[in-house]
């Protein structure tokens, strides 16, 4: 029974490139969530998604960042215009039900903007 | 706003003494915390979880202390050892307006010396 598959882990674009992260929920988990680590600072909450539906976006920027969660297939957290602040661990946890007692997090994709 | 906080950024112990590591969280209407393990590369691990309705859990070598009168939690690992050197966030449930999501603290790094 696989866990949260996060893929690629470690991603370099170049400034103005796309990044696309995948994340794979566990089996059976129908919630997920995506979170960014920035070096030596916690985890800060960006967005919240169901099978097809975005349920709390509260923490994602406006501009250049959007999530998706298909029906079928991973998640995916997608950057546009990439900047040199973007640069850091993005990372993906899912749940059965959407509460907080089942997250189980993947290792992360490790963004570098050169 | 919400936030989670940690009162001392790194901890340094000798192998075979016991840890503690503190929290401050400032939502009063926060019911449910979890401690996390984050080694060097991977994405946080559970450790374990405490409801607002106890002041105590105990696991297999770590207890979490909830002390809702001063909202400040700690987590005790005893007879530490060199595999517990990592960083730990403890994070508490928000119910916002569309459901629950987990508040990071900025982590506590704890060293292990042998």
């Known amino acids: 029974n696989a866990g949260v598959m996060q893929n690629p882990r470690h991603l370099v674009r170049r400034r103005g490139q796309e990044a696309r992260l995948r994340c794979s929920p566990m089996?059976?988990?129908?919630?997920v969530y995506w979170y960014r680590q920035l070096p030596e600072e916690g985890l800060k909450f960006m967005v919240y998604?169901?099978?097809?539906?975005?349920?709390?976006e509260s923490g994602m920027p406006k501009e250049r960042f959007s999530a998706e969660f298909p029906k079928e297939g991973p998640s995916i957290l997608r950057i546009q215009q990439v900047v040199r602040g973007d640069s850091a661990a993005y990372f993906c946890?899912?749940?059965?039900?959407?509460?907080?007692?089942?997250?189980?997090f993947g290792s992360g994709t490790r963004l570098t903007v050169v | 706003g919400e936030s989670v906080g940690l009162h001392l950024p790194t901890l340094s112990v000798q192998e075979g003494d016991n840890s503690i590591i503190n929290c401050a969280y400032s939502?009063?209407?926060?019911?449910?915390f979890i401690w996390y393990k984050q080694e060097s590369g991977k994405g946080p691990q559970f450790i374990i979880d405490?409801?607002?309705?106890?002041d105590k859990r105990q696991g297999q070598r770590v207890t979490v202390l909830l002390n809702k009168t001063v909202k400040h939690l700690s987590l005790q690992i005893a007879a530490t050892q060199p595999g517990d050197s990592a960083v730990y966030f403890c994070?508490?449930?928000?119910?916002?307006?569309?459901?629950?999501?987990?508040?990071f603290g900025a982590g506590t790094i704890l060293r292990v010396k042998s």
């Open positions: 946890a899912s749940s059965p039900q959407g509460q907080a007692s089942g997250y189980t």
């Open positions: 939502n009063s209407a926060s019911d449910y």
């Open positions: 405490i409801r607002s309705n106890m």
């Open positions: 994070a508490e449930k928000t119910k916002g307006e569309y459901g629950n999501k987990l508040v």
């Open positions: 998604l169901q099978k097809e539906n975005i349920i709390d």
């Open positions: 089996k059976g988990h129908s919630h």
